[in-house]
Each structure stands twice: as structure tokens, then as C-alpha cells.
Nanobody, 131 residues
């Protein structure tokens, strides 16, 4: 079993920055993909960013490209989401997720953006961007 714990959310003015962290604990941690998703009030959960744990390849949804950066620290079993130039429409609960499968294949964007691929989820952290 893997436990994921997000931190770093909060209230920020538009144009500001936040850095989310997601620390994994539990069994030996070597996921296939780590992802960030978000869910705004009255909206479906949506993909934000993902990173291949082995290859370090990253993917982003178009709405955050150039503003958000996903990264990982393998030694700390932690994935980060640096969010810059935040906008009110970025307001949401942000969740990190882990896909525990083992594979030597580079994952595609289509694969990484499918929330059904992820077996483990954190509890979420609120990000609120005021205008």
C-alpha cells in the first residue's frame, strides 16, 4: 500500500506562485507515473501534469503549460508542482496520484491524463487564487 500526502496549498493573489509537494510513503516506491489532478467546485476532476518516474518525461494540460512545472525527487519519494503566474481559474483542490505499474515503455500523454490509470490518491490540498 502507498500513502500520498499533499502539502503547500493556500490562498494567493493572481499572478502569485505556490509549490505543492506530494510525499509518498509505504511500500518500496517506484511508480510508473506520478500525476497531479485538480477539481474545481461543480466541475469534473481534470488532469494537470504528470511525470514518468523512471524517464523524467513530463506532460501538461494546455491550460498550465509555461506556468506550471512538475518535478520529482526520487530519493525523497516526492513529487512537486511549481505553480507560477496563478490565475483565478486555477482555483481547485489539487490531488496527486500514483500509478504503481511496472513498465519500460515511455508513457504517453493520453495514458498519463487518464485518472483511471492511477491506483493511489492523496487527500487533496486547496489552492485558491483571488483576483
Amino acid at each position: 500500500q502507498v500513502q500520498l500526502a499533499e502539502s503547500g496549498g493556500g490562498l494567493v493573489l493572481a499572478g502569485g506562485s505556490l509549490r505543492l509537494s506530494c510525499a509518498a510513503s509505504g511500500r518500496t516506491f517506484s511508480p510508473y507515473v506520478m500525476g497531479w489532478f485538480r477539481q474545481a467546485p461543480w466541475k469534473e476532476r481534470e488532469f494537470v501534469a504528470a511525470i514518468s518516474w523512471s524517464f523524467g518525461i513530463t506532460y501538461y494540460t494546455d491550460a498550465v503549460k509555461g506556468r506550471f512545472t512538475i518535478s520529482r525527487d526520487n530519493a525523497k519519494n516526492t513529487v512537486y508542482l511549481q505553480m507560477n503566474s496563478l490565475k483565478p481559474e486555477d482555483t481547485a483542490v489539487y490531488y496527486c496520484a500514483a500509478d504503481p505499474r511496472r513498465s519500460n515503455v515511455i508513457p504517453s500523454l493520453r495514458y498519463c491524463s487518464d485518472d483511471k490509470k492511477y491506483d493511489f490518491w492523496g487527500q487533496g490540498t486547496q489552492v485558491t487564487v483571488s483576483s
